[in-house]
């Protein structure tokens, strides 16, 4: 490892240093910090690139699953429902990951100046993990050192993320992204199914409407879309759906019954139960837990 990099990873990893997310005030770019193993996850993924600095962690979203140790990166091209779970951290060795959203539109103004590329397979998976390229990690290298406090980070800081972009972009690793810049591939059909089937997650799932969406046969959209993101249609929407009433669940005080119909489900009972096979708890005792969860913490 670099040294200036490894000096970085200290002053995160240091005594003083605590968990969470750190913004890095360059763009939306965090440091994540744990100091322990940390329990299965479900959350939203939205695309970005996570280089793991320290530690390591584990990712699935359906049949796709990664296990992703320090200096390898996870890059996710399209927004995935997915289970997340640091696997190695210690309050000595705790886990580090470098964080930076992907902006798929900074991608295709690159079309003009990509190389020509002879890609893999047309239903490259969603979710990946890799080794990360020596040039690639020297710019996240440069950007976390820019983001101390130097001066100059207004003005470097979106050059650099540029550069992060284009890197990434070029490596092995980014043939999925590379796909985008092509018109008429299905990864950008796909993108625009899955932001219809986000935007209207209390209605019916229409395949057929989707596939249209898509400009595929159903049997062609079926087959990409469990390629790509390890789901059917269907199991990603139910996935979407329990991920937003997780959320209203803990963020509101609406009836548990009012976030069933709200997130499209018709049967409060088959919501609770869906809810609870999926996050280990039903509904209410999960509200009530984080609730005394809150008390003590106020308490202590």
Do not use: W
Request: one cysteine or more.
């Amino acid at each position: 490892m670099r040294p200036e990099l490894s000096r970085l990873i200290g002053e995160c990893t240091s005594s003083g240093a605590a968990d969470g997310v750190t913004n890095l005030g360059l763009g939306d770019a965090v440091i994540l910090r744990r100091s322990h193993p940390s329990d299965i996850e479900g959350t939203f993924y939205r695309p970005l690139i996570c280089v793991i600095l320290k530690g390591a962690k584990q990712v699935t979203a359906g049949t796709l699953s990664v296990h992703c140790p320090a200096e390898h990166a996870i890059i996710v091209s399209h927004d995935l429902p997915v289970l997340s779970r640091i696997t190695e951290a210690s309050p000595d060795a705790p886990y580090i990951a470098f964080v930076l959203p992907i902006d798929l539109g900074l991608l295709k103004s690159f079309y003009d100046q990509m190389p020509d590329f002879t890609d893999g397979p047309s239903n490259a998976a969603a979710l990946t993990c890799h080794p990360v390229e020596p040039d690639l990690l020297d710019a996240i290298t440069r950007f976390l050192a820019l983001a101390r406090g130097n001066d100059a980070a207004p003005l470097l800081g979106p050059i650099l993320i540029r550069e992060i972009h284009a890197r990434l972009l070029l490596s092995a690793q980014g043939s999925i992204l590379r796909r985008f810049l092509r018109r008429d591939d299905p990864s950008n059909h796909l993108a625009r199914a899955i932001a219809s089937i986000r935007a209207s997650i209390n209605e019916p799932l229409s395949v057929a409407a989707l596939a249209e969406l898509a400009g595929m046969s159903k049997s062609s959209f079926h087959a990409h879309f469990k390629a790509v993101t390890g789901q059917t249609p269907g199991q990603y929407k139910k996935e979407v759906r329990l991920l937003e009433a997780r959320r209203l669940i803990l963020e509101t005080t609406d009836a548990i019954s009012s976030v069933a119909f709200d997130v499209g489900y018709e049967s409060p009972a088959q919501f609770s139960r869906d809810y609870a096979r999926k996050f280990g708890l039903p509904p209410r005792e999960e509200r009530n837990r984080q609730r005394q969860q809150l008390g003590n913490a106020r308490a202590a």
